[in-house]
């Protein structure tokens, strides 16, 4: 069972950035996914970046230039870095995981495990 735990939401002015950090722990496979997803309110849920343990980046075109995944695999830790956030990225974000999984997606159904979720709130 991988249990993951992600921090660093928070309020922000339009414009700025932030970084939310995921930690995972419980791998059962070596070759892992792990993806961040959003949802506001009365929107279904999204994926906005996802990453292999190898270390190849899935972001789609909505967020890509904005939106950066990194991970430490020594720390088992993916980052989400969001940059010049829009009043529309407000949602809380989820922190998914894959495994085993080498193809990294932005598909709610592909990953088994979530995390509790972090607000990030964009104001104008």
């Known amino acids: 069972q991988v249990q993951l735990k992600e921090s660093g939401g928070g309020s922000v002015q339009a414009g700025e950035s932030l970084t939310l950090s995921c930690t995972a722990s419980g791998w059962p496979y070596s070759k892992n996914c792990m993806g961040w997803f959003r949802q506001a309110p009365g929107k279904s849920r999204e994926g906005v970046a996802s990453i292999t343990s190898d270390g190849v980046t899935y972001v789609p075109d909505f967020v890509r230039g904005r939106f950066f995944i990194s991970q430490d695999n020594g720390k088992n830790t993916a980052y989400l870095q969001m940059n010049t956030l829009k009043p529309e990225d407000t949602a809380m974000y989820y922190c998914?995981?894959?495994?085993?999984?080498?193809?990294?997606?932005?598909?709610?159904?592909?990953?088994?495990?979530w995390g509790q979720g972090t607000q990030v709130t964009v104001s104008a």
């Open positions: 998914a995981a894959d495994s085993p999984c080498t193809v990294a997606t932005g598909s709610v159904w592909e990953y088994d495990f």
